[in-house]
């Protein structure tokens, strides 16, 4: 069983009219730190990289019965004082446990433990569960189609169109979308058989729709969500208006 989980990293590139976001997929296999690793490298990107909010998300999920996750933190092997990410990341390794990490040279691995949300460090031939992750790109299309054709164009050239699941994800999206030649955004969001969902299957918790509010039963010809790039908020729109859009590709 996998459960996954979007959450956007912004890492500026500038010029462009694109950033990255990481997602998270939950592995219910019992193994060890090193062949959860090992299966991450194989199935995914890697092992999880995770910030605070990140692991905070990742814990509070009541679908998921278990309560000790591995993530990609490790120990330096010549400094028990340094920790780095499996992935090569450079942030930090924050969230710790009270009194963790405990530098112990043989608790070289990490996990999180969903009573408490945090980082914890123990010994890495322990058997848990784990999270691995794949990095996406998000990539503003500065062509005008109907939000049928946004969606076919993003699952033919690239994966999805765009999913927004947190206030974070909204503000890096805005950064990317400055450059649009319209005064919305096409996204993933869409109405249909009574209620608002993404497209390509995530959470629809995180909402920001506009001053007028989600509409429940909105007109048939305001059924498709667009962004907002002015006012930073979703809007319920005619499927037919030709907008830009907002892609994800890895």
Not at 88 to 110: A, I, R
Not at 139 to 157: F, M, P
Not at 205 to 227: D, F, I, T
Request: net charge negative.
């Amino acid at each position: 069983m996998k459960a996954t989980f979007f959450v956007f990293l912004f890492l500026c590139l500038c010029g462009l009219s694109s950033g990255f976001y990481r997602r998270h997929f939950y592995v219910e296999d019992q193994m060890n730190w090193n062949d959860a690793k090992t299966y991450c490298r194989e199935h995914y990107d890697d092992l999880s990289t995770t910030t605070t909010q990140e692991v905070e998300k990742l814990t509070s999920n009541p679908e998921i019965s278990d309560t000790h996750f591995w993530v990609g933190a490790y120990q330096n092997p010549s400094n028990s004082s340094e920790w780095f990410w499996s992935g090569g990341e450079k942030q930090p390794v924050e969230k710790w446990n009270t009194g963790e990490p405990n530098l112990l040279f043989y608790e070289k691995c990490t996990l999180i433990q969903k009573d408490n949300s945090g980082l914890t460090n123990i010994p890495c031939g322990y058997t848990f569960s784990f999270y691995c992750m794949d990095y996406y790109e998000t990539i503003v299309v500065h062509e005008s189609k109907t939000w049928e054709e946004a969606l076919d164009d993003c699952r033919q050239n690239y994966i999805d169109l765009v999913s927004i699941a947190s206030e974070r994800n909204m503000a890096e999206v805005i950064k990317n979308i400055t450059t649009t030649q319209t005064a919305y955004v096409w996204t993933g969001l869409r109405f249909l058989a009574g209620h608002w969902f993404w497209v390509s299957g995530d959470d629809v918790a995180y909402k920001a729709w506009s001053a007028e509010g989600e509409l429940q039963c909105p007109a048939k010809n305001l059924q498709c969500g667009a962004l907002d790039i002015v006012n930073k908020v979703w809007k319920p729109r005619d499927c037919e208006e030709k907008l830009n859009f907002v892609c994800v590709r890895n």
